[in-house]
């Protein structure tokens, strides 16, 4: 069984930071790809930042230079630092991770989600 757990989500100011951190755990044999992705109140869920196993990124265009999205490959941890944050960066940011379990079965899987509110 694979687990993907984000945390790091809260209430913040306009112009304020967060860290948001994904963490997998179970029966992994290897991480690939992980990614935030955020959806709004009445949206569809889209793309914010993504990363490969070797450390390649790619980033919505509307949070190009103020997040940054990292990773711990020895912990299966996935950050996404997020400066600079306006009122319409609030939703539930979702990580998703692409998991290969010891049964050597590949899947996408998905966290819970955590709440960023971004006050004006």
């Known amino acids: 069984q694979v687990h993907v757990v984000e945390s790091g989500g809260g209430l913040v100011q306009a112009g304020g930071s967060l860290r948001l951190s994904c963490a997998a755990s179970g029966s992994i044999f290897s991480v690939n790809g992980m990614g935030w992705y955020r959806q709004a109140p009445g949206k569809q869920r889209e793309l914010v930042a993504q990363i490969t196993g070797r450390g390649s990124t790619n980033y919505a265009d509307s949070v190009k230079g103020r997040f940054t999205i990292s990773r711990d490959n020895a912990a299966n941890t996935v950050y996404l630092q997020m400066n600079s944050l306006k009122p319409e960066d609030t939703a539930v940011y979702y990580c998703?991770?692409?998991?290969?379990?010891?049964?050597?079965?590949?899947?996408?899987?998905w966290g819970q989600g955590t709440q960023v509110t971004v006050s004006s």
């Open positions: 998703s991770a692409i998991i290969v379990t010891l049964l050597r079965v590949p899947g996408d899987y």
